[in-house]
């Protein structure tokens, strides 16, 4: 299994920006797209973003254009760059793989946006 270990996370203002990274314990392989989950307060844990090995991206409709996932592949480190940030956004951020695999879950990095 791979770990995953998530951090960066703060408060900000509305409308600033956050760089969250994630780092895995081994390479996920060429199978799986590397991903950022997050989960706000008594909401399920949604898909915000992912990129496969080819650097093809996807995001939620929530975040597009204003988030951007991005690795360093020889690193086994990924990032999730949150800018125009909203009071919406306010979430544990997890990084996983997508699709899910047999990777547990790490502790997340809690995002919160506020003034």
């Known amino acids: 299994q791979v770990q995953f270990v998530e951090s960066g996370g703060g408060l900000v203002q509305p409308g600033g920006s956050l760089r969250v990274s994630c780092t895995t314990s081994?390479?996920?392989?060429?199978?799986?797209?590397r991903a950022w989950y997050r989960q706000a307060p008594g909401k399920q844990r949604e898909l915000v973003a992912r990129?496969?090995?080819?650097?093809?991206?996807y995001y939620a409709e929530s975040v597009k254009g204003r988030f951007t996932i991005s690795t360093e592949t020889a690193k086994n480190v990924y990032f999730l760059q949150m800018n125009s940030l909203d009071v919406e956004d306010t979430a544990v951020y997890y990084c996983?793989?997508?699709?899910?695999?047999?990777?547990?879950w790490g502790q997340g990095t809690q995002v919160t946006v506020s003034s």
């Open positions: 081994r390479s996920i392989g060429p199978f799986a797209s």
């Open positions: 996983n793989t997508f699709p899910l695999g047999r990777s547990s």
């Open positions: 990129i496969t090995t080819s650097g093809t991206t």
